[in-house]
């Protein structure tokens, strides 16, 4: 792959939870990596889920291994140009370990 190919930039966020100066809990999303990435569409659907149309976008995300990508777990999620998507485990691709692929998954639902 030509690393021209990476001309997208993504960040992978982590879920903390903290407690405030009042000793409250806080739920956060933090930046963990933010990266050059190849962002591809594989497909998106329709369906329904209880009770409300579900439409879902999954896309494929190409990152550079490093130490730091290599840290990026399911538990995660993608935001990339404004959208958010779930991840999946990530998979090592063909040829020395340079690359690694996540599948995102976005789901956006509306009250029919």
Same mark, same amino acid.
């Given at each position: 792959?030509?690393?021209?190919?990476?001309?997208?930039?993504?960040? %992978? !966020?982590?879920?903390?939870?903290? !407690?405030?100066?009042?000793? !409250?809990?806080?739920?956060?999303?933090?930046?963990?990596?933010?990266?050059?990435?190849?962002?591809?569409?594989?497909?998106? &659907?329709?369906?329904?889920?209880? &009770?409300?149309?579900?439409?879902?976008?999954?896309? +494929?995300?190409?990152?550079?291994?490093?130490?730091?990508?290599?840290?990026?777990?399911?538990?995660?999620?993608?935001?990339?140009?404004?959208?958010? %998507?779930?991840?999946?485990?990530?998979? +090592?691709?063909?040829?020395?370990?340079?690359?690694?692929?996540?599948? &995102?998954?976005?789901?956006?639902?509306?009250?029919?």
């Amino acid at each position: 792959m030509r690393i021209g190919r990476l001309r997208h930039r993504v960040t %992978f !966020e982590q879920f903390n939870e903290t !407690e405030n100066s009042f000793g !409250e809990p806080e739920r956060a999303w933090n930046e963990y990596l933010s990266c050059r990435a190849e962002v591809l569409p594989v497909r998106s &659907g329709d369906g329904i889920a209880e &009770g409300q149309e579900l439409a879902t976008s999954e896309v +494929k995300i190409l990152v550079r291994a490093s130490s730091a990508s290599r840290g990026v777990t399911s538990a995660m999620r993608a935001v990339y140009d404004g959208q958010v %998507f779930d991840l999946s485990p990530s998979r +090592k691709l063909a040829g020395r370990n340079r690359y690694l692929e996540f599948t &995102g998954i976005e789901r956006s639902s509306s009250d029919g």
